[in-house]
T-cell receptor
Framework: LAKTTQPISMDSYEGQEVNITCSHNNIATNDYITWYQQFPSQGPRFIIQGYKTKVTNEVASLFIPADRKSSTLSLPRVSLSDTAVYYCLVGDIQTGANNLFFGTGTRLTVIP | GAVVSQHPSRVICKSGTSVKIECRSLDFQATTMFWYRQFPKQSLMLMATSNEGSKATYEQGVEKDKFLINHASLTLSTLTVTSAHPEDSSFYIC????????????FGEGSWLTVV
């Protein structure tokens, strides 16, 4: 079971780049790393997913070192609307839910 | 990504009654759906895995007779909270597992249950 550890909270000013790191020391060979964003009273929204090295899409980048024991979500030039809780989810999504447990998440507050 | 819809978004029920929450995969045939519960200011807790055409798999500590899950079609899973109590008041969220190489999980909007 690949448990994850994230900082509980982070603050950032508008326009800055934000990097949120997730530790997953027990990640298994078949595990993927997925990041979600959650606003209050809404379901989590998929941001990005990766297995190794670097993945980039229109909203974020995901950096995964060679040992895969951690990952970093990078949000470029955050705005006030990026204030949310960000979850790192690690698991073998091929096999179902047994490994798909959420950690505490990181509450990001963007300051004007 | 997959579009997942939950209904109702908010429901209030009396203690002792049952309430059903629906989860629909609108653009994807989901053989596997998941149900989570989230209390205020806390993370999501996995309750059960819903498999189309078979019995759901419940996580440890989740009463299967209290939280009835039915996944009768590839686009619909339901969660019924039976004999609801105030402590069952929570935010319930379903999700679907997509397949085909880029497996990932997409979530519904969530359903707020308040038991009075």
């Amino acid at each position: 079971l690949a448990k994850t550890t994230q900082p509980i909270s982070m603050d950032s000013y508008e326009g800055q780049e934000v990097n949120i790191t997730c530790s997953h020391n027990n990640i298994a060979t078949n595990d993927y790393i997925t990041w979600y964003q959650q606003f209050p009273s809404q379901g989590p929204r998929f941001i990005i997913q990766g297995y190794k090295t670097k993945v980039t899409n229109e909203v974020a980048s995901l950096f995964i070192p060679a040992d895969r024991k951690s990952s970093t979500l990078s949000l470029p030039r955050v705005s006030l609307s990026d204030t949310a809780v960000y979850y790192c989810l690690v698991g073998d999504i091929q096999t179902g839910a047994n490994n798909l447990f959420f950690g505490t998440g990181t509450r990001l507050t963007v300051i004007p | 990504g997959a579009v997942v819809s939950q209904h109702p978004s908010r429901v209030i029920c009396k203690s002792g009654t049952s309430v059903k929450i629906e989860c629909r995969s609108l653009d994807f045939q989901a053989t596997t759906m998941f149900w989570y519960r989230q209390f205020p200011k806390q993370s999501l807790m996995l309750m059960a895995t819903s498999n189309e055409g078979s019995k759901a798999t419940y996580e440890q500590g989740v009463e299967k007779d209290k939280f009835l899950i039915n996944h009768a079609s590839l686009t619909l899973s339901t969660l019924t909270v039976t004999s609801a109590h105030p402590e069952d008041s929570s935010f319930y969220i379903c999700s679907v597992l997509t397949g085909g190489g880029g497996n990932t999980i997409y979530f519904g909007e969530g359903s707020w249950l308040t038991v009075v």
